[in-house]
């Protein structure tokens, strides 16, 4: 009795852990799983693909050790006690064939998911792209807008339904820079220059951040990616390049210094080039 | 030998060859570094192949010369092996007098380990190759000493055997060495 | 003269103080109790210069104990900051001290509790399982106890004396580099791995020698218990991947040292390196703490349901696939560095192959309890706790291995989630049931099973409780390493469930204390008197508990897998053992120098974290005498003879 008490309690606990947690989701801001973008989109899809494959071998697992450890417990003198069985070839396929066979399954998602969701591929679209270059500093992000002549800091505006070509770098150490409502995540490293492709579907405010140690201010350096209309992002392009602050090499120059907590800036272009400078810096010497 | 003293014998030489497969891994490591360090271009006046050539033969010289060793110890003849280690610790002592020479003249001109990542590849590379020459050479200091004073017994014998193996490794290292990194630079 | 040591260096915080004020007074209490024992001549002489791996087995668990006490309150201090630290308010600490206790959290869990746990697991059980007499080095199983300990010392002092690394465990230049952290913590950082990392390696060797060389007869390699296996396993990653990590930290000390330029992003470095080469090292290592791991739930698994384990062979191949694929698949650390598709795709799916042989080692395990008689003392509870949350884990896992996925949960708290499901879920329980099962064979008596049993019950619910919301906070946008993060985003809630179940975990963690102490005193009602308390299948089970310094009077006959098992059968069915007939057994001296080793290895270290080049040099020097006084003593053993084997077989 005392063992069917154990394990009843245990049961109960673990229904009320997962209430918990079903009723946080419900209320919570989830974004990998509810995504704004498509290739958010794509990614969640090839986690629960990938998760339903799995199921089909742990929840047998998780069974069969409830099942097994309760029946042939010590005091269950019903249960058969067989101690010459230690081996049989039927068993031994089923256990390495039936994985073998879903990781095979998944391996040609994996393979397809990599090409397709590859961070470096322009995304598929009649829209035109939209350039952003994009520099983690200490301890903040600097977004560079080449063909539009603007410049942010901790803020980002794109278009809805566009498709943004991103450029990243560091002018720091190691970060990654992550939206997690519209996609994944890539490096942003000094002296060299890496590709992500994402979109938004909707408009929207999602929160950014780099998701690599960087130092003291790391925590600090998350940013605001908004996506509005087409028109409201032009409305808005034309206001920053009205705005009194330039961006210049002397400005830059200040932005490097560490500092935390950034409140928002920005800037009118008054440099070109800037973004392959900043590369260029860590190659030449 | 007796029995037990065969055993521990081949336990210990057995246990040293897996030390030197490890290694080769560290060095291994070494040398990815390296070309992964290696500029796109070639420095063909970096180094006097002449010289890097002198440095090889004279190690080679020496990995022959500690081959006399084994014949000296069954012969247990003790004055024989500790003039094949006095020529084997010479040959080896002139090597890295050469390479230090080398080294120095590197940075006086400027070729510093502080230079750039291929040539802090360089030093490390071969200076650890160095480094492990040079323990070689104070191996063979005590082991001349502990024959010199207690001739052969179960114990330096097979010390003796792990440092041939020691110093024939380097050697195998060094050739690699030389082709990688001189060769490979000068050509 | 002291190199960059100044008195500011002792200053530090008032968690710190704190910290090092209790590590004071426990260092004073044992002391004094030496004093008050007048137990100098038994430490010196039983501890600090044996030879004996039973023995040697003990400290580094106490070593990997403490270690472990200082990991988790490290735990309770980061969950502590996690739900102080929201919005505006800083929390209970800055960010650099807060950046400082996770990297030495991760530190010490992986380099002194995980490698102590496992080195602490070989020592104490394989000359006994292969039916040896010692390991194949004893003098350098000694020396590389001690550097463990030099390492693990050089961490604990830099509490004291100067500021531990804020790089987080694994150290990525360009952060770790001279530019962005010039001080001192890296430095501690390189010296306490490189230390502990040398004597790993010597380890590796060891181990393996002994097992490849002296096994007794007739014990072919599969006839060998599963746990021996899973450690050859383990050595054979030790042996391949340490020299990867020695080569990797000396370079990273050469830039900070020397001014070198191979991890720096100018002058021609490449940081991308670094990171190859640390993973290259780092996923052959959590594979070196996970195969003793399913090594010991092998045995436990097959003693306590009192049946042979289920397909062998098939276990020990799987052992092979996972060592041969853990080589394969490092880059699946840094999908997110932008490879390119066929790359991640190939390290993705050769990651998301290793769960098939874990698989079927837990369809294994399974079966070997079925049709058993299952006995659900500790050991086995762990078992199942360990069931339960790795199998989650390596779920989890294999979602980390799909590299669009990964793309999400990079460096998440997902991943976090993942990594602490399956090293504590395996490597942890499986070191508690493992601590169990062997504890009465080293002390001679059982640890207390309701104590144990209640230290199982807050483990696992604990854990449960501080892992399973970061796989949600993961999904959420968390992000790892965070000092402090902004309201509303509904994460504080599930922060405050993960702390709690820290607070239970450490609960758990007062509870083996509290047993180990309960045990002490009730050890007269506990005591093993046959040698076997479990009625086990293995030869350490056929010597006395605690074992002879010499382990086996009569070296024995391994020629049937569960060589013991098969023993114990051939008795009740009327076989009469044959009288034995001693010999003189020849065992090392005990000796000094592993321990001088090691103090003169932290004094080294030390020197060269504050550059203080002149004690470098020092302490260099003496190394080298102490090793070539070592190499010059032709005579390291002494003779047992046959009758005093026979009088310590007759007292048993």
């Known amino acids: 009795m005392k063992r069917k008490f154990k394990i009843t309690l245990l049961a109960l606990i673990a229904i009320g852990i997962a209430l918990l947690a079903v009723g946080l989701m419900l209320r919570a801001d989830i974004p990998i799983l509810n995504p704004k973008g498509w290739i958010g989109v794509k990614e969640r899809r090839l986690l629960i693909i990938s998760t339903l494959l799995m199921l089909i071998v ?11 450890a309760w029946k042939y417990r010590e005091d269950n003198t019903k249960a058969k006690y067989d101690p010459t069985v230690d081996n049989n070839i039927l068993l031994e396929a089923i256990w390495w064939g039936v994985p073998g066979v879903i990781i095979l399954v998944l391996s040609v998602y994996t393979l397809q998911g990599c090409r397709e969701l590859d961070p470096f591929k322009p995304l598929d679209s009649e829209v035109k792209a939209l350039t952003v270059q994009v520099v983690a500093l200490e301890w903040k992000w600097l977004f560079i807008y080449p063909d539009q002549g603007i410049a942010t800091v901790n803020y980002m505006r794109i278009p809805k339904d566009t498709p943004i070509n991103f450029k990243i770098t560091a002018d720091a150490p190691m970060n990654s820079f992550w939206i997690p409502a519209l996609g994944g995540q890539i490096y942003a490293m000094p002296g060299m220059s890496t590709k992500l492709h994402l979109i938004a579907d909707e408009v929207g405010s999602y929160k950014g951040l780099s998701a690599n140690l960087s130092g003291m201010g790391f925590a600090g350096m998350t940013f605001i ?54 590369v260029m810096k860590y190659m030449e010497r | 030998m007796s029995s037990a003293a065969e055993v521990v014998h081949s336990r210990t030489v057995y246990g040293f060859w897996v030390y030197l497969m490890t290694d080769c891994i560290l060095f291994g490591v070494l040398f990815a570094t390296f070309v992964v360090l290696h500029p796109n271009t070639y420095n063909k006046e970096l180094f006097s192949l002449p010289f890097v050539l002198a440095e090889t033969l004279i190690l080679l010289v020496s990995s022959f010369t500690c081959g006399f060793l084994p014949g000296a110890m069954r012969e247990n003849n003790r004055h024989k092996a500790l003039f094949w280690f006095a020529v084997t610790f010479l040959l080896g002592a002139a090597f890295v007098t050469l390479e230090l020479t080398e080294f120095t003249k590197l940075v006086r001109e400027g070729n510093s380990w502080q230079k750039s990542g291929y040539f802090s590849g360089f030093f490390t590379l071969v200076g650890t190759h160095g480094f492990h020459i040079s323990v070689g050479l104070l191996w063979m200091i005590v082991l001349m000493a502990q024959i010199g004073f207690r001739g052969f017994n179960d114990a330096n014998i097979k010390r003796v055997d792990c440092f041939r193996l020691f110093w024939h490794f380097l050697d195998v290292v060094w050739i690699f060495i030389f082709t990688f990194v001189y060769l490979l630079e000068a050509m | 003269m002291l190199g960059r040591l100044t008195l500011e260096a002792l200053s530090q915080d008032p968690i710190e103080t704190t910290a090092n004020v209790f590590s004071l007074v426990a260092a004073i209490f044992i002391i004094g109790l030496l004093f008050y024992k007048h137990r100098w001549g038994w430490l010196w002489k039983e501890w600090l210069t044996t030879l004996d791996p039973k023995k040697i087995g003990v400290m580094y668990m106490i070593v990997a104990g403490a270690m472990l006490f200082k990991g988790i309150v490290d735990a309770l201090l980061m969950r502590a900051q996690q739900v102080t630290a929201i919005g505006d308010a800083q929390g209970l600490l800055d960010p650099l001290h807060y950046q400082q206790i996770f990297t030495a959290h991760g530190t010490t869990m992986i380099f002194f509790v995980g490698m102590g746990i496992i080195f602490a697991l070989m020592n104490l059980m394989i000359p006994l399982q292969i039916g040896a007499r010692d390991v194949a080095y004893p003098f350098l199983n000694a020396l590389s106890f001690w550097l463990f300990a030099a390492g693990a010392m050089l961490v604990i002092i830099s509490l004291a004396i100067g500021k531990f690394s804020a ?45 490849f060389k002296m096994r007794c007869p007739g014990m072919t390699l599969m006839k060998m218990p599963i746990f021996t296996w899973s450690i050859i396993g383990a050595l054979v990653l030790i042996l391949f991947a340490f020299p990867i990590l020695t080569a990797t930290v000396t370079m990273l000390a050469l830039d900070r040292m020397l001014g ?46 009192r049946k042979p384990l289920f397909g062998y062979t098939s276990m020990v191949w799987a052992i092979i696939a996972i060592t041969f694929l853990s080589y394969i698949v490092w880059l699946h650390h840094f999908f997110t560095m932008g490879a390119g598709a066929n790359v991640n795709a190939f390290f993705g799916i050769m990651t998301m192959i290793i769960a098939v042989p874990t698989g079927v080692k837990v369809f294994n395990w399974l079966f070997t309890m079925h049709k058993g008689r299952i006995s659900f003392s500790t050991p086995m509870l762990w078992f199942l706790g360990f069931a339960f949350t790795f199998t989650f884990g390596g779920m ?40 169990t099962y062997i504890f009465p064979k080293i002390t001679g008596f059982k ?44 994460w504080e809630p599930l922060f405050w469930v993960a702390a709690f179940g820290v607070v239970l975990i450490a ?31 293995t030869l350490e089970w056929a010597t006395s508990s605690p074992p002879p310094v010499y382990n086996f009077a009569i070296i024995p006959d391994g020629r049937a897998r569960d060589a013991f098992w098969v023993h114990k059968e051939s008795i009740k069915n009327g076989v009469i053992p044959k009288k034995p007939i001693y010999e003189d057994i020849h065992m090392p001296k005990n000796s000094p120098i592993p321990m001088y080793l090691g103090v003169l290895a932290f004094v080294f270290g030390f020197a060269l974290v504050w550059h203080i080049f002149w004690l470098a040099g020092l302490s260099f020097l003496a190394i080298l005498g102490c090793t070539i006084y070592r190499l010059s003593d032709d005579h390291p053993e002494y003779t047992i003879t046959a009758k005093e084997v026979e009088q310590m077989e007759a007292k048993r």
């Open chain 1, 225 to 278: 990616a908004e996506s509005t209309t087409l028109e409201d992002f032009d409305a808005w392009v034309q206001s920053v390049k009205a705005a009194p602050s330039g961006l210049t090499d002397q400005v830059y120059k200040q932005l490097v210094e560490p500092t935390i907590n950034n409140p928002v800036a920005l800037y009118s272009l008054q440099v070109q080039g800037l973004y392959d400078q900043i």
């Open chain 3, 260 to 305: 070198m330029h191979f991890f720096t992003p100018d002058f021609g470095g490449n940081p991308m390196m670094y990171i190859n080469l640390i993973w290259a090292w780092g996923h052959p290592e959590v594979y070196i703490l996970i195969l003793p791991a399913f090594g010991v739930f092998s045995d436990v698994v097959s003693t306590f349901s």
């Open chain 3, 447 to 490: 640890l207390n099973e309701k104590l144990g049993r209640y230290a199982f019950y807050c483990w696992f619910f604990g854990f449960l409780a501080a892992f399973l919301p970061l796989y949600l906070l993961g999904l959420m946008g968390a992000t790892r390493r965070l000092d402090r993060y902004d309201a509303g985003q509904g």
């Open chain 3, 396 to 435: 989890a896992g294999v979602l980390l291995s799909i590299a669009p996925v990964d793309f999400q949960v990079h460096n998440s708290l997902f991943l976090i989630a993942h990594f602490h499901s399956v090293i504590i879920g395996g490597v942890v329980f499986g070191f508690f049931s493992c601590f």
């Open chain 1, 58 to 68: 742990v929840v047998p697992v998780y069974f069969l050790a409830w099942y097994i």
């Open chain 3, 167 to 211: 790089t987080g465990w694994v150290a990525y230049p360009p952060l770790s580099g001279l530019k962005y952290n010039p001080g001192v913590g890296v430095d501690y950082w390189i010296w306490s791995v490189q230390i502990a990392g040398v004597g790993s390696l010597m380890s590796g060797i060891n181990f393996f020698v002994t097992i």
């Open chain 3, 507 to 537: 609960c758990g963690l007062g509870f083996q204390i509290l047993q180990l102490l309960v045990s002490v005193k009730q050890r007269d009602q506990n005591r093993d008197t046959t040698g076997d308390p479990w009625d086990g299948r």
